[in-house]
């Protein structure tokens, strides 16, 4: 292996690592000396991937794989535990599982399943998996989140609604977690790429016939992977990147300043200035408390 290794001695935990952008964010990281633990559905892909990983690190063992649900408690407690016990801990976690269907608009059948299951996986556990990853990083003493959103998360269309609102949420979740690095020293980031050409992105363009969405996927120029691979490095180095979303383009990386109509709320109400600025103050120690009945309540 030709690398720095700069991430020497640094575990990554990574959700959808078995193929695609999971993978290729994996080898990255270990080309930077750095050891994952891989979680997905797809065992033969993920079996495969980390005799990858090993052998490209000359047969060390340096990547793991476990069968993980990520809509499951269980199985995120399971993924990072044996982070825990095979690499002593976790200082980076990707969420990266998510998926991709043509069963997003308004008038398609009433499907509980179908509409809620993109909801579960793109969404609910990304909420899940932080919800794990924050306790075991803050046992590490502090750490990096990042969670795959998509540009689908800062701008909608009809043909992928339901999609978009899915990252979203995401979205909205990453902006939440902004007092999290001064709570226990972790940084909650999103990454929002447009089309990558992945099976995720041929899901969506290859949609019903005469969608026109599915023409606009094809005529739309697709993110160098590299690009992904360094917005990812760039959550991870940069401390000052916390609770942000950077923007990948077909033309590079960049940050997305979300509105903020919290100067005009104040503007016209002097007692929510002042009760914000507070807040903010109050809700670390109170967190603080928090974190800590919480890591006693799960033994991390």
Same mark, same amino acid.
Request: glycine share 8%.
């Given at each position: ?80 535990? %044996?982070?825990?016990? =095979?690499? @002593? $801990?976790?200082? /980076? ?6 998926? #991709?269907?043509? +069963? ?30 924050? %306790?075991?990083?803050? =046992?590490? @003493? $502090?750490?990096? /989140? ?6 689908? #998360?800062?701008? +909608? ?144």
């Amino acid at each position: 292996m030709t690398s720095d290794k700069q991430y020497a001695g640094k575990v990554a935990v990574i959700t959808g690592g078995a193929r695609n952008i999971g993978k290729c964010i994996a080898t990255d990281l270990v080309k930077k000396g750095a050891k994952v633990v891989l979680g997905d559905l797809l065992d033969a892909d993920g079996d495969a991937t980390v005799k990858e990983l090993n052998e490209l690190a000359g047969g060390e063992e340096i990547a793991a794989y476990i069968h993980t649900d990520v809509t499951k408690y269980a199985d995120n407690v399971a993924l990072f535990k %044996l982070a825990d016990t =095979k690499f @002593g $801990g976790v200082d /980076i976690a990707i969420f990266n599982a998510g998926i #991709g269907t043509n +069963a997003n608009t308004m008038f398609m059948p009433f499907d509980d399943k179908l509409d809620e299951r993109m909801l579960d996986i793109n969404t609910t556990a990304v909420i899940k998996g932080n919800k794990v990853a924050m %306790l075991h990083l803050a =046992k590490r @003493g $502090g750490g990096v /989140i990042i969670n795959m959103a998509s540009a689908a #998360g800062l701008q +909608a269309r009809p043909a992928v609604g339901i999609y978009c609102a899915s990252k979203f949420g995401v979205v909205g979740w990453v902006r939440s977690c902004n007092l999290y690095e001064k709570i226990c020293n972790v940084r909650v980031n999103a990454v929002c790429p447009t089309f990558i050409q992945t099976s995720l992105a041929d899901d969506l363009s290859n949609a019903v016939d005469d969608d026109p969405f599915a023409k606009l996927v094809q005529k739309m120029a697709k993110v160098p992977m590299e690009y992904v691979i360094e917005t990812v490095t760039k959550f991870i180095d940069e401390e000052e990147r916390n609770a942000q979303t950077l923007v990948v383009l077909p033309d590079g990386i960049h940050l997305y300043e979300p509105p903020n109509p919290y100067g005009h709320i104040a503007a016209h109400d002097p007692g929510y200035a002042e009760g914000l600025e507070e807040y903010s103050k109050e809700s670390i120690n109170y967190f603080k408390k928090r974190l800590a009945a919480a890591r006693e309540r799960e033994g991390i």
